[in-house]
């Protein structure tokens, strides 16, 4: 079986183009900046009022204050799953107004940056509600400071409480924006 008359220029053609796109060179990697991680902040103390979201009835007052190693972070929380292991964490961004609470963004590591909804990270972390539906908070979170404006700095942030019922597991359930102690 022999080939068309026009295959073979065809053909040519074809080889010639996919042997120009081997060997250009490669777009180069996009590069982010570099982040400007700070020790320490320009505030002592924070305070973050935990309001309901998602219909749930938590909330709870967070005080923040500035250690060595990041920012530690203890307070109380009430109308939690009785019993149940619920989710404390810093979001991107200080908004609260929508319902679900889904203006604070995804998860944020302050050492890392924003991070996609539901990673696994230590900013705070777990806490765990008693019988009474009450956690007690004492957690750090590493690398975060207060105040000044660094990468790591979560003033202006929200710090979320995430849901512990079948079906809600990591629903927002409370929510904060992160200010400044006067």
Avoid: W
């Avoid at 709870?60 to 149940?84: D, I, K, P, S, T």
């Amino acid at each position: 079986m022999s080939m068309p008359s026009f295959a073979t220029p065809l053909l040519g053609a074809s080889l010639l183009l996919l042997a120009a796109c081997a060997s250009a060179p490669s777009p180069r990697a996009a590069t982010t900046p570099p982040r400007h991680i700070a020790s320490t902040g320009t505030e002592a103390k924070a305070i973050a009022n935990l309001a309901s979201a998602s219909g749930s009835l938590v909330s709870g007052r967070m005080v923040l204050v500035q250690v060595e190693g990041g920012v530690r972070v203890r307070g109380l929380v009430g109308g939690l799953v009785r019993n149940g292991a619920h989710g404390l964490q810093v979001h991107e961004r200080g908004d609260c107004s929508a319902v679900d609470a889904r203006g604070a963004g995804r998860y944020y590591d302050p050492l890392a940056g924003a991070q996609q909804d539901g990673a696994v990270g230590t900013a705070p972390g777990r806490i765990v509600a008693g019988p009474d539906g009450v956690a007690q908070v004492d957690l750090l979170v590493p690398g975060a400071v207060l105040g000044g404006g660094a990468d790591n700095d979560i003033v202006g942030r929200s710090l979320l409480v995430l849901g512990a019922t079948p079906g809600a597991i990591s629903a927002r359930v409370a929510c904060a924006v992160i200010t400044a102690a006067q």
